[in-house]
């Protein structure tokens, strides 16, 4: 049964008749359990429940108990052994071998977010920040929260160093990097073959994050006739990588933050303006016509023109 352990120490009983001080004894000995559970981190309580046991295992060969011990405060969306058991046959024995610590990683980590979010907390969230660096969406669907599709079955779990809202499904993260997101797109072609003549595709694949203004490959279509070929010229390859740098911010820059910025400021040293027109988005004097698309190393919004830096 799902956190019974956890259910049966908070229980309310009614206690038989008693003498003033015997109840007083009971009180004080009920108190003090629940100091001592208060007391636990979040790795004792999700042991103790009997529900985590692939969770545990799996935080055990990433690394990541120190962290989920460690002062926090974090709040953790917990997949139960149902969760994971969910996964296509081997998925689990695949992510717990030493070869595939990294990716195993960024999966649990998703599921945490820095501080102490309650149910109430989240349910005022369209999204959270994780500890893996994308953003997880918070939806209500059928009367229930989901966080990422998945449905949150129990909440407000407390412990020591934080706080566990128990979901039914395991998350997965965006796991290619931003070169790997746009090449699977299938419409940024061009882009693709300009970062390899620029000598930019190792940088957009490095731990970043970076935030990438991607034209797609109608937007290099709008330029004049010629002008790409001769960007894509040997010779020309510090006039195109500055073109190219003039599309990339440092950080993960989400849409309701750029919203709010007057410029963007990025790794090329353009400062690309930023305004609201029509309630459309214009970077540069290029419309946004699509927002955060994740990738293991930062997020993708999709423009329909190519900045050109003065």
Do not use: W
Request: net charge neutral.
């Amino acid at each position: 049964m799902i956190l019974s352990a956890l259910i049966a120490s908070v229980t309310l009983v009614a206690p038989p008749a008693c003498s003033s001080q015997s109840c007083d004894m009971q009180m004080s000995e009920t108190l003090a359990g629940a100091r001592s559970s208060a007391a636990r981190d979040i790795v004792a309580v999700a042991s103790e429940a009997g529900d985590f046991n692939t969770l545990i295992a799996a935080a055990k060969a990433a690394g990541l108990v120190e962290v989920l011990q460690s002062k926090g405060p974090l709040t953790v969306f917990a997949p139960n052994d149902t969760a994971f058991a969910k996964l296509p046959d081997g998925t689990v024995a695949m992510l717990l071998k030493p070869e595939n610590k990294k990716a195993l990683a960024a999966i649990l980590t998703y599921h945490v977010v820095p501080g102490r979010l309650e149910a109430s907390d989240v349910l005022k969230m369209k999204s959270v920040n994780t500890v893996n660096g994308e953003r997880a969406k918070i939806a209500m669907k059928g009367g229930k929260a989901t966080i990422d599709g998945s449905t949150i079955v129990a909440t407000d779990i407390e412990a020591s160093n934080g706080v566990i809202h128990v979901i039914d499904t395991v998350m997965m993260p965006e796991q290619r990097d931003i070169v790997g997101v746009a090449t699977a797109a299938g419409t940024f072609k061009t882009l693709a073959a300009a970062l390899g003549a620029a000598d930019l595709v190792k940088t957009l694949q490095s731990k970043g994050p970076f935030t990438v203004l991607a034209p797609n490959d109608a937007a290099f279509a709008k330029l004049p006739a010629g002008t790409v070929e001769t960007l894509l010229l040997p010779e020309n390859k510090d006039r195109l990588k500055a073109v190219l740098l003039a599309h990339v911010i440092s950080g993960r820059v989400y849409a309701d933050q750029v919203v709010k910025l007057k410029m963007a400021p990025t790794v090329g040293g353009f400062k690309a303006p930023i305004s609201v027109k029509g309630g459309k988005v214009m970077i540069g004097g290029a419309t946004v016509i699509a927002t955060d698309i994740e990738a293991s190393n930062g997020v993708i919004h999709v423009i329909d023109t190519v900045i050109i830096p003065e």
